[in-house]
């Protein structure tokens, strides 16, 4: 199948098939990140602009090798430098983008729906790299690729995913996206941290981890920030490690070849244990590495790259 | 200047009447109504022929955003967007700036209704000085500079005991007191209700019981002072069922429900729109049905628009950072007859008490009827013109509309206030 979309803002709208193709193309992509010398030619002359709202280190930089990697012109444009501190609208500065000449928009917004705004605005595409709490598919996407590359197959799979089920856009797109390959998702938390009306995404939820555990191919674990204890949507990270934290012994109640996932950074003591962290059944440093090839792809695909080309992976 | 309304179906609740005849105007007042009345030479003749012919409908909850927030609406446009909707009379909320917490400022607002010259201007008193939900206003004063009721539209009063003491000291004045019931710390930061939708689109949402809570405290303490409450745009099931038994009960509560609630759910927010964005947020398709249940059994006691303009500007924005509210009288009517009563939902006796009988019995206002020696308030609706509405077409100075582009019919032919005729529709000819 070929890739017709100007623009990635979420897994909801993809298809299986479209999904597939973003995770094929990343398999080729890897071996470029994997080899001593990582450029190809493949986006020469592009420029891929990541416009970062909200501070990341991880996933703009994930962004930024991959532009460059794939022989991009990649321009860094994060809040403390843009223009919105003087009080430029979104649409404005999406148009400034569009008449500098931008091929591809990589914008990460505290705000839900902002990445779509942007679409709208420009003929560029536009990448979302999580907006407010509504999408993540990059996440969801390289999280993906992660299980598929160690199990083979998504469909059939458990996959439970651990924390802050309100405030992560990352579940979001995991969801959609794991549903559609066909796994199984439960989500556990604490009630305070499970939105309104998720069982209607095609979920199972729990309030026990140890039940949400039994069972499980996959775990995800979530990054709790610590201003949702303020707002009182749970009594302190003490009690939610207690109840919610992965240690070795919850971990055991999963099945023996469980993997175990976190998009990162890890509160260590609170969501992991470090043994579980750095232990043989963690993925996460996995997910960074298959973040870039993901996002490669991405880019490969939405500058018109799979309109009947073969990757060009310059070998 | 007499005015002579030929062959129309006039329905007035007032009157229990609704047949074909003839409505006769002189210096201002109902002069004759009913049986058909043969021109003179000093009448000016409309022919009403297939024409509805109403009491001017009045609309008890609009932002008219003047003074201060002149940029986003004035009383002049706000007032010819409601004569082209078919109101004679608005009653303008008081979370202007400065608020009109006092006679200077709400007398501004009557005057310049005044002048301006299209629909009535009914100003709408805060309950708190500043609306800070603190200290009672001088009410008082404020009746005697013109307002029909008091609210702290917009920012609900949060403290128990101020409301209670409102409830009881209006209650010599018979003022009613407008409540938009909203717990503002169950609705905290939520943009959209609360539901499947919300999670979806990765919105905050605002629990339908950030209502329902306000809601019962407010009836208990209607209940418990006796005082006159009103419920300002009900729009969840639990509300409307809370209401309805106050009713019951005895309570001296009246409620009102706004048109996009009873056309709209929250899936209408999917694409983020931020016209959609108002509060109380567009809900469940269980509390449509509920609202709508509730407006055909006469639990809630009028239609109002929460008509609340903002400039493109504001609106054209992240969801999250657009200011709340729609506009909504120049769509209110066409809503109204397209939805309730095409599909039989109301009859038209039931929909005109719901826009204005009503209104005029809850504010105790003048209009209402066209009882004889009434004021010539009057509306003339083509109930068979069918309309898409259009943004550019909007008479309002803002277009924050989530209905354009929805084919109605029912609209506006002519509004009469006083007995001039403040709208007429262009027709092509013209």
Redo the contacts between chains.
């Keep these: 199948m070929n890739w017709w979309r100007k623009d990635l803002l979420g897994l909801?709208q993809l298809s299986r098939e479209e999904i597939n193709l973003i995770l094929d193309t990343a398999i080729p992509m890897k071996d470029i990140v994997q080899r001593d010398i990582k450029k190809v030619p493949t986006l020469r002359g592009r420029t891929v602009v990541n416009l970062f709202y909200e501070p990341s280190t991880r996933t703009r930089t994930s962004f930024e090798l991959a532009g460059k990697y794939m022989g991009a012109n990649t321009v860094n444009i994060s809040t403390g430098s843009s223009s919105v501190v003087k009080g430029e609208?979104?649409?404005d500065t999406a148009k400034i983008l569009e008449v500098m000449g931008a091929d591809v928009v990589v914008i990460r917004?505290s705000?839900?729906?902002?990445a779509?705004?942007l679409a709208e605005t420009v003929s560029a595409s536009v990448i979302n790299a999580g907006?407010?709490?509504?999408?993540h598919p990059t996440q969801a996407l390289l999280d993906m690729f992660t299980i598929r590359e160690e199990k083979g197959n998504i469909s059939g799979l458990t996959v439970t995913i651990v924390g802050d089920i309100l405030h992560s856009?990352v579940v979001?797109s995991n969801i959609w996206g794991l549903t559609k390959l066909g796994a199984r998702v439960r989500v556990v938390g604490p009630p305070t941290l499970i939105?309104?009306?998720?069982e209607?995404?095609g979920v199972e939820v729990y309030y026990s981890l140890e039940e949400a555990l039994v069972g499980s191919d996959v775990v995800m674990a979530l990054r709790i920030q610590k201003e949702r204890q303020k707002k009182g949507l749970f009594p302190s990270l003490r009690e939610y490690a207690r109840l919610y934290g992965i240690t070795r012994e919850r971990l055991a109640l999963a099945k023996p070849d469980c993997l175990l996932l976190h998009p990162g950074p890890v509160n260590r003591g609170v969501e992991l244990s470090s043994e579980v962290a750095d232990g043989a059944q963690s993925m996460i440093n996995r997910q960074v590495t298959n973040g870039v090839a993901v996002r490669m792809a991405l880019l490969f695909l939405l500058t018109g790259g799979a309109k009947g080309e073969a990757i060009d992976t310059g070998r | 200047m007499k005015l002579l309304i030929r062959g129309g179906r006039i329905v007035d609740p007032a009157q229990d009447m609704d047949r074909v005849g003839d409505v006769l105007v002189d210096h201002g007042k109902i002069a004759a109504v009913g049986d058909v009345i043969e021109p003179a030479g000093d009448m000016q003749v409309i022919d009403a022929k297939g024409m509805v012919v109403t009491p001017g409908l009045i609309d008890m909850h609009v932002h008219l955003r003047e003074p201060g927030q002149e940029h986003k609406e004035t009383i002049e446009t706000g007032t010819r967007a409601a004569a082209a909707g078919g109101f004679t009379a608005v009653c303008a909320m008081p979370n202007t700036e400065p608020v009109m917490d006092n006679y200077s400022v709400v007398h501004y607002v009557r005057e310049k209704g005044r002048q301006a010259g299209y629909a009535r201007v009914y100003p709408v008193g805060a309950i708190t000085k500043g609306l800070q939900g603190k200290e009672l206003t001088e009410l008082a004063d404020l009746i005697s500079a013109g307002v029909v009721a008091v609210s702290d539209d917009g920012r609900p009063v949060s403290n128990a005991a101020v409301m209670r003491r409102a409830l009881e000291y209006a209650k010599p004045f018979k003022l009613p007191i407008v409540s938009h019931a909203e717990d503002r710390d169950l609705s905290g930061d939520g943009v959209m209700h609360e539901g499947t939708v919300s999670t979806k689109l990765g919105l905050n949402g605002i629990p339908a019981a950030a209502e329902n809570v306000a809601v019962a405290r407010d009836i208990l303490l209607a209940e418990a002072t006796g005082g006159k409450l009103h419920l300002a745009h009900i729009s969840t099931a639990r509300a409307v069922e809370l209401v309805r038994q106050a009713k019951q009960r005895g309570v001296p509560v009246t409620a009102e429900a706004t048109p996009h609630h009873f056309t709209l759910t929250h899936e209408a927010v999917v694409g983020y729109d931020t016209s959609t964005k108002v509060n109380p947020p567009l809900r469940s398709q269980e509390d449509v049905e509920a609202v709508i249940a509730g407006l055909k059994d006469g639990t809630i006691d009028a239609i109002a628009t929460d008509h609340a303009p903002h400039a493109e500007e504001e609106k054209d924005v992240e969801y999250d950072l657009a200011p709340f509210g729609l506009i909504g009288l120049e769509t209110a009517l066409p809503l109204v007859v397209t939805k309730l009563i095409e599909p039989g939902i109301l009859s038209w006796k039931q929909a005109v008490s719901l826009m204005s009988t009503n209104p005029a019995r809850i504010l105790n206002l003048p209009g209402g009827t066209l009882k004889v020696g009434s004021p010539a308030d009057i509306t003339v609706i083509n109930p068979e013109l069918r309309q898409v509405v259009s943004r550019d077409k909007l008479v309002s100075k803002a277009k924050n509309t989530p209905f354009a582009g929805w084919s109605l019919q029912g609209w506006t032919e002519y509004t009469i206030v006083g007995g001039s005729i403040v709208y007429r529709r262009q027709r092509k000819e013209d």
């Design positions: 909801e609208s979104l649409k917004h705000m839900a729906g902002a779509q705004i907006d407010g709490i509504h999408e856009r979001r939105p309104c009306g998720i209607n995404l």
